[in-house]
């Protein structure tokens, strides 16, 4: 079964079961891997380039506390040139899924089948992220006031796509290996 549809992953990926764990006694946890290094969609309107990361999923009395960092790649507009580019970033994730729903205050909860939706969890964080200003890069000189060009001068303009590829090998190096087969 191939959860591929119009070249991006679907959203019903970014559901984890969770039944195994909740069957064991509080304190019990898991890593689970996650690793996305093509589009994946988040929302009806929300998709990202990438996301891989490790998350740390603790039984605890309320529920299910998901802890952990994950890598993020989402497509932004460079709020100098304008510029669409890819805006990778790492999120910190800690947050309880309530078990049974509703047993606190929690804005999320384990499902009837024991599954955790991260969907929800990154539509927040992700738009959080992006209200904050972003540049496609630090030396992006941004659009000429009189003609609306993009600037590009002897110290301005560097290789986007070797800078990148540098500040992702960081992340991930597998994804290094995805660029090459790009
Ligand atoms: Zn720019």
Redesign the pocket.
């Known amino acids: 079964m191939s959860a591929t549809v119009g070249g991006y992953l679907n959203k019903r990926l970014l559901r984890i079961n969770v039944g195994f764990l909740l069957s064991e006694g509080p304190g019990n946890s898991r890593e689970i891997p996650i690793e996305f290094s093509q589009r994946v969609q988040v929302d009806e309107d929300l998709f990202l380039g990438a996301l891989t990361g490790r998350l740390i999923l603790t039984r605890t009395k309320e529920g299910i506390l998901v802890q952990g960092q994950l890598n993020v790649a989402h497509e932004r507009e460079?709020d100098?040139?304008l510029?669409e580019?890819e805006h990778r970033f790492g999120l910190d994730i800690a947050e309880l899924y309530a078990s049974p729903p509703g047993a606190n205050k929690s804005a999320f909860s384990v499902d009837s089948n024991g599954e955790i939706d991260l969907a929800p969890l990154l539509r927040e964080e992700v738009l959080i992220e992006a209200t904050y200003r972003v540049?496609?890069?630090d030396s992006?000189r941004?659009l000429c006031a009189e003609t609306g060009d993009k600037l590009v001068g002897e110290s301005g303009l560097r290789d986007r796509g070797d800078d990148f590829a540098e500040n992702f090998t960081e992340i991930d190096p597998r994804l290094a290996v995805l660029k090459q087969l790009l």
């Open positions: 460079c100098r040139c510029e580019f540049v496609c890069q992006c941004g």
